[in-house]
């Protein structure tokens, strides 16, 4: 079985501050983990997915995400927010590697203030 | 430029009326999915597609039906038998080697009156 937990359904930051979502995983197998983000009344887009190759994984916008096994965490980084980056942030997890088996979080809004 | 389209973008209905959702991709993919979310609650997957003329029960599929005829469409039909199909209704495909990604659509929103 897999399942992946957000840690807060909302987080607000000041511009140029730190961005900091967590996102924790359940798995028995190596996981495959993604970050997505939706904009108001759109679609999710693909951040940055990890695939068991580097740790450290670079996305769009600027985010990052660190894969660490011994705390079962994909938390997701960016060192200065920017008005821009105000969405719902959607952590997710497929243990098969097939698209159809992954399983999603219940996201995190970001809000970005001046 | 490629992508998925749905429509409509908004729909009202009366309960007890079946409507149908179109989602169509011009992006050569060979699965598609329709997922459905609700407030707090993440994404659901309802169907999904892996090929033409064949398709799959998601985690909630009961009261929705669908079709895959051709390979860049993929409709959903949300009957009269899905008890609470007020919801924001999402179409995604990817390419059948599996890397990950999922290309979505930007949704329907459902509500039942």
């Known amino acids: 079985a897999q399942s992946v937990t957000q840690l807060g359904s909302h987080v607000s930051v000041s511009e140029g501050a730190l961005v900091l979502l967590r996102c924790n995983y359940s798995s028995s197998v190596p996981p495959y983990l993604f970050w997505y983000v939706q904009y108001p009344n759109q679609g999710l887009q693909l951040l940055l997915k990890y695939t068991s190759a580097a740790t450290l994984v670079k996305g769009i916008n600027g985010f990052e995400a660190e894969f660490k096994k011994s705390e079962t965490s994909f938390h997701l980084t960016k060192p200065s927010a920017h008005m821009s980056d105000a969405a719902e942030y959607f952590c997710?997890?497929?243990?098969?590697?097939?698209?159809?088996?992954?399983?999603f979080g219940t996201g995190t809004r970001l809000q970005v203030t001046l | 430029d490629g992508g998925i389209t749905q429509s409509p973008k908004y729909l009202f209905r009366k309960e007890g009326q079946n409507v149908t959702l179109s989602c169509e991709q011009n992006?050569?993919?060979?699965?598609m999915y329709w997922y459905r979310q609700d407030p707090g609650q993440g994404l659901r997957l309802i169907y999904y597609s892996q090929i033409v003329n064949d398709f799959q029960k998601g985690d909630i599929a009961e009261g929705y039906s669908v079709s895959r005829e051709k390979k860049e469409s993929f409709p959903l039909t949300v009957t009269s038998a899905q008890k609470n199909p007020t919801a924001f209704y999402l179409c995604?495909?990817?390419?059948?080697?599996?890397?990950?990604?999922?290309?979505f659509g930007e949704g329907s929103r459902l509500t039942v009156l």
């Open positions: 997710a997890v497929s243990v098969t590697g097939t698209a159809s088996k992954l399983t």
């Open positions: 995604a495909s990817s390419m059948a080697s599996y890397t990950g990604e999922l290309f």
């Open positions: 992006l050569n993919h060979d699965a």
